[in-house]
């Protein structure tokens, strides 16, 4: 989609390492998802973040929604290959409508 | 606690062909949404229903494609007569309620080779 922009494209990381993965939209956003995709299989979802300034934890990852509702980051902290996978980015931008994905983060973790 | 089921996971079929996908959703879930995945165009949204009516049908490519949800445990997205360009990985999804503070559960999906 192109309202949605994720950045980078792909990442290759040492196992143990933090990163950071970018969702960028081109307007406000009304909810901002994030899943999880390993490759053949179907999308998992991780997060939810509606509120400006927004963040949320879960096990080794954290995302954040920032104040203007237009941007969203996905930090992991010392990475495991079980990290491996895409990562995508959904948006809503009305209530009950309009919900895009971005194209994705691909994430390899190196034992 | 079943998740979303698609079938089949992977079907092969000749151009031409009619192309039937099949989607369970959750129990208690009163949307169900379809989706599209290729590697040149991501993730796309074809179609959504809640509580079996279709609200938003934009995404559908083109007459070829048609969808229907008789009731609220079953869905299906026909394709008729099938292309090569239709070739994809297609999702169904469900949430409890269409609404941006909802996330969509997603079934594991029909890989679709057209030849």
């Known amino acids: 989609s192109q309202e949605l922009e994720q950045s980078p494209q792909s990442l290759i990381v040492q196992e143990g390492k933090n990163l950071t993965i970018n969702c960028t939209s081109s307007?406000?956003?009304?909810?901002l998802y994030w899943y999880k995709q390993k490759y053949g299989e179907g999308l998992i979802f991780l997060m939810m973040?509606?509120?400006?300034?927004e963040e949320k934890s879960h096990e080794k990852i954290t995302a954040k929604l920032d104040e203007k509702k237009q941007q969203s980051s996905l930090h992991i902290t010392a990475s495991q290959p079980s990290h491996a996978g895409i990562y995508l980015c959904g948006a809503a931008y009305n209530y009950g409508q309009n919900f895009v994905f971005g194209p994705g983060t691909r994430l390899s973790v190196l034992p | 606690d079943a998740g979303v089921i698609q079938s089949p996971r992977h079907e092969v079929t000749e151009m031409g062909q009619e192309v039937t996908l099949r989607c369970k959703p959750i129990s208690g879930h009163n949307s169900l949404f379809w989706y599209r995945q290729t590697m040149m165009r991501g993730l796309e949204l074809l179609i959504y229903f809640n509580n079996n009516v279709p609200i938003d049908d934009s995404g559908m490519p083109e007459d070829r494609f048609s969808a229907k949800m008789p009731n609220a445990s079953f869905s299906t997205l026909k394709i008729q007569p099938s292309e090569p360009r239709d070739s994809a990985v297609y999702f169904c999804a469900s949430s409890l309620v269409v609404g941006a503070n909802q996330p969509q559960h997603f079934g594991d999906g029909t890989r679709l080779s057209i030849l």
């Open positions: 307007k406000t956003l009304y909810g």
């Open positions: 973040l509606q509120k400006g300034g």
